[in-house]
């Protein structure tokens, strides 16, 4: 089944539907943004320089540090009167990255997510056990309302307590698992335990899983543990939350919701725009956002996108699963994380120096994250007091700063490997293993 006609338009409509969308998104920013006022200025462009889409490349382009700049919503086009949610992404000492929805930018959100479902063989007739974590993280209130959407039954279980999550999937009879894969697979694992038929127990048919890069390998085992087919969502709190894209029951690529968002790929040196088929930075315009339209959005996330017709009868273009990313954000379990955040927590720390190194691992399924970070000459000689005393308040300012567990392990000055003079910073030791 197919939620929206839209899905299955042609492409001269589809792409007629976009123009539209754009020339309006790109009066609106103007007009009502001094950010985007001052930037067309400099640029020289003119709001009328758009009659087709190839004229996007005449845009600017909008970063992350343009929304951490402008926090927390200097970039909204709506007064707060007409904001009627709020959600950030993790960030250094109080600087998140803050996104806003109006009323119909809620009503958007909910379309796209039950055309998520209804990809992945949902209906009302289901029972929907929702894993993700509920705040201000998109991923739990995103997967809820197109649940509610399609007039499926949400359980809001969130993140967490594996062992109840497990109790309620089975004693609930949940049919469809919205997760992150790597919990999904921990999931398994811990009901594993309990025995080898324990997992026949559920109803489960199909799971929706995102939030994560996933390899091939991973997909495969989740499926296998679970039995289920594996559907893919793809999408970033900056553009909407979850349902910027997900997959069907045909193919691993993702269908893109063309109508609300219009993708670029692009040489993420050059800026150049690449051909379909090839590998560059995905760059996403919102066409439809009322709170927080946002141009030429710089994703950072490696794809490649294709508009080869597919068998299930959708006609919008597929974008493959995220292969890596364009500068060197680490995500840890689900949690987008730049080495820098972490830096800036080590150099407001007293007592230790910026030679660090970041070992990135997995014990079983979930990922662990160990930072060793070298201390100053003097608290060496010091009492084990201190060092406790550091090494806890690291690990709380990474918990309430980057929302991320980490084992911080002191160790002596000039002890981390050097390369170049400098410390090894990070040590990814799953992609050793993929
Ligand atoms: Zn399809």
Redesign the pocket.
């Known amino acids: 089944m197919i939620w929206n006609e839209i899905e299955s338009a042609s492409r001269k409509d589809i792409e007629n539907l976009q123009l539209k969308r754009l020339k309006e998104t790109v009066k609106r920013v103007f007009t009502l943004t001094p950010f985007y006022t001052d930037k067309f200025n400099e640029m020289n462009l003119k709001v009328s320089d758009i009659k087709n889409l190839d004229d996007i490349r005449k845009l600017p382009f909008t970063t992350k540090k343009d929304l951490r700049a402008n926090y927390p919503f200097g970039l909204f086009t709506v007064p707060m009167s007409e904001v009627v949610r709020v959600h950030s992404s993790s960030g250094t000492t109080g600087k998140p990255t803050v996104v806003g929805y109006t009323k119909a930018d809620m009503d958007v959100w909910d379309e796209v997510m039950a055309r998520v479902f209804t990809?992945a063989g949902a209906s009302k007739e289901d029972i929907v056990h929702n894993g993700y974590g509920y705040g201000l993280f998109t991923g739990g209130l995103g997967f809820h309302n197109g649940a509610e959407k399609i007039g499926a039954t949400i359980i809001p279980a969130s993140g967490g307590m594996t062992d109840r999550q497990l109790m309620l999937m089975r004693d609930f009879g949940a049919t469809i698992l919205a997760a992150t894969p790597t919990f999904s697979l921990h999931m398994a694992e811990v009901a594993k335990r309990v025995g080898d038929d324990y997992l026949k127990d559920y109803k489960l048919k199909a799971g929706i899983f995102g939030a994560e890069p996933t390899s091939a390998g991973l997909k495969q085992e989740v499926k296998d543990a679970w039995g289920i087919d594996y559907h893919e969502v793809y999408g970033l709190s900056e553009i909407i939350g979850p349902g910027v894209a997900s997959?069907?029951?045909?193919?691993d690529?993702l269908?893109v919701f063309e109508d609300h968002f219009l993708f670029e790929i692009i040489d993420s040196e050059t800026g150049e725009a690449m051909p379909d088929g090839e590998r560059g930075e995905l760059v996403i315009t919102s066409l439809t956002k009322e709170a927080l339209p946002l141009l030429r959005y710089r994703t950072g996330d490696i794809t490649s996108i294709t508009k080869e017709p597919?068998?299930?009868?959708?006609t919008?273009q597929?974008m493959e699963s995220i292969v890596g990313r364009a500068d060197d954000m680490l995500i840890i379990s689900g949690v987008n994380v730049y080495p820098s955040q972490i830096e800036h927590v080590i150099a407001h720390t007293k007592g230790v120096t910026l030679n660090y190194q970041i070992i990135v691992d997995k014990k079983g399924h979930l990922d662990k994250l160990e930072i060793h970070v070298e201390v100053t000459d003097d608290i060496m000689s010091d009492s084990l007091g201190e060092m406790a005393i550091i090494k806890k308040n690291i690990q709380g300012a990474l918990l309430n700063y980057l929302y991320i567990n980490a084992n911080v392990v002191l160790v002596q000055p000039r002890s981390i490997a050097r390369s170049e003079g400098k410390a090894v910073r990070i040590i990814d030791k799953r992609k050793e293993n993929v």
């Open positions: 990809m997959s069907c029951k045909e193919s690529l269908h597919c068998k299930c009868g959708r919008l597929r």
